[in-house]
């Protein structure tokens, strides 16, 4: 069993940054593609970042290209968000998940592909 930690959320103005990590257990299989995800209350989860094959590819949601990015270090076990030019409506709570693989490429950001999960953390951005 995948555990995953997020941290790094917390309170920012507009226009600020912020960096999750999502940290894997360790000794457990590596996954094959690992996305990050946001919440808001009474709004579906929605994908928006994903890497496969050890961060040989990313995929981003157009809503934060050129503003997010996803990233993966092999050696702590971590993948991590660089998010910059926040805005208020990237106010969420943020999830990371992983998948042993993702064949679709077309489907890396939905819900359904990620088998593990990890806690969340919340990231507000105010105005």
């Known amino acids: 069993q995948m555990r995953l930690v997020e941290s790094g959320g917390g309170s920012v103005q507009a226009g600020g940054s912020l960096t999750l990590s999502c940290v894997f257990s360790e000794n457990t299989e590596r996954p094959g593609c690992v996305g990050w995800f946001r919440q808001v209350p009474g709004k579906e989860r929605e994908g928006f970042a994903a890497?496969?094959?050890?961060?040989?590819?990313?995929y981003y949601r157009d809503s934060v290209k050129g503003r997010f990015s996803i990233s993966q270090d092999i050696t702590q076990n971590t993948v991590s968000l660089q998010m910059t030019s926040l805005k208020p409506e990237d106010t969420a709570m943020y999830y990371c998940?992983?998948?042993?693989?993702?064949?679709?490429?077309?489907?890396?950001?939905?819900?359904?592909?990620?088998?593990?999960w990890g806690q969340g953390t919340q990231v507000t951005v105010s105005t």
């Open positions: 998940a992983a998948a042993r693989r993702c064949l679709v490429t077309a489907w890396i950001l939905r819900t359904e592909e990620y088998i593990w």
């Open positions: 890497l496969t094959g050890r961060g040989a590819a990313t």
